[in-house]
């Protein structure tokens, strides 16, 4: 008996099955085709591009010439083109979007940094940031951070260790002050940022 489980394991499975799947019952559709074996696979040539719309027509002399004027054009009046077509073909004015806060980077430059001295809007938001603090008064400067924050024992304590860290942000000017003082009271050394 164990012989022949042992034999029927290693016996050679047909192939067939593996390789038509699914497919086995497509042979009772109606449109089934079966592919002639001897047949050689058609192979299709891509484009090097993929586009959607498909090939387009070459643009008519009309546009040829009004493309070869404004190439022609010195750059001082192909600056003027963009708005006077705006104006002319009523098209909507877009809205300035507003970069002051977001950190720009490489990109914003000297030119942010030129529009902040220009305005100089005072600072309504502050963030208070725990420098340091003394060891002995650890405790006191962790139940401080609870009472603030409304974290729980243990995130309060990994923030304070973690010093210098940003203890909370967003707060007025007399609410952060406040906070200093009451964290220096404590043991604690914070700035305003």
Request: aromatic letters at 6%; a positive charge; proline letters at 8%.
């Amino acid at each position: 008996m164990r012989i022949v489980a042992v034999a029927r394991l290693f016996r050679a499975r047909p192939t067939l099955p593996k390789a038509t799947g699914h497919l086995q019952v497509r042979a009772f559709q109606p449109d089934f085709k079966p592919r002639d074996p001897k047949a050689k696979s058609i192979r299709y040539k891509y484009p090097e591009v993929y586009n959607p719309y498909g090939p387009r027509p070459p643009p008519s002399d009309k546009i040829v010439q009004l493309a070869e004027r404004i190439a022609a054009l010195a750059p001082a009046e192909r600056g003027q083109l963009g708005p006077a077509l705006v104006e002319r073909l009523k098209l909507p004015q877009l809205q300035h979007i507003s970069t002051e806060g977001m950190d720009l980077g490489a990109q914003g430059g000297a030119a942010g940094v030129s529009k902040v001295e220009e305005k100089k809007v005072e600072k309504t938001a502050f963030d208070v940031k725990l420098e340091k603090f003394e060891a002995s008064a650890k405790i006191k400067v962790i139940k401080e951070v609870r009472a603030f924050t409304s974290l729980g024992l243990k995130e309060a304590k990994d923030l304070v260790e973690k010093a210098p860290c940003v203890l909370k942000q967003g707060l007025t000017k007399e609410e952060a002050n406040d906070m200093i003082e009451k964290l220096k009271a404590a043991g604690g050394v914070a700035v305003m940022e």
